[in-house]
């Protein structure tokens, strides 16, 4: 019996742990995991990251059923679920490591969430302009 394979998301909003644990309560998400992305170094340590040398953030990467939760419910999550609007920091934490940022796995990933990121900048909500990286 071959186990099925879901499709891929990460995120960075902040410290990784209140992410993985709001998305591993999402029916749907298969798996989550914690841990770093976006920076120059392959395999950094904490220590290493805390310094801001190697440009990663925290992330969780959310692996999920399409068929149960899209991408865009999983976008939506995001948006709610951190401030977009603080570069390199949320709330007590402070650091590149900290930023908010979406790295996408797919062209349509992308698109999604620069059309999601350009609805909340028109709509105003946060007041602030958007800083959350889309790489």
């Not at 990460?10 to 989550?32: H, L, N, Q, R, Y």
């Not at 992330?59 to 390199?88: G, R, S």
């Not at 709509?123 to 959350?132: A, E, F, L, M, S």
Request: net charge negative; hydrophobic share 35%.
């Amino acid at each position: 019996m071959s186990k099925e394979r879901g499709e891929l998301v990460t995120f960075a909003m902040g410290c990784f742990w209140s992410p993985d644990a709001i998305f591993a309560k999402v029916p749907g998400v298969m798996e989550t995991a914690v841990g770093y992305m976006g920076g120059t170094k392959e395999h950094p340590t904490y220590e290493e990251v805390c310094t801001g040398a190697t440009g990663h953030a925290e992330a969780v990467q959310v692996t999920y059923d399409p068929k149960k939760v899209t991408y865009e419910e999983l976008l939506d999550i995001f948006w709610k679920n951190h401030n977009p609007t603080t570069t390199n920091r949320q709330g007590p934490d402070v650091g590149e490591q900290y930023r908010s940022a979406i790295f996408f796995h797919t062209p349509e990933q992308e698109m999604l969430a620069r059309a999601g990121k350009e609805l909340l900048e028109k709509n105003g909500r946060w007041g602030d302009p958007i800083v959350t990286e889309i790489v």
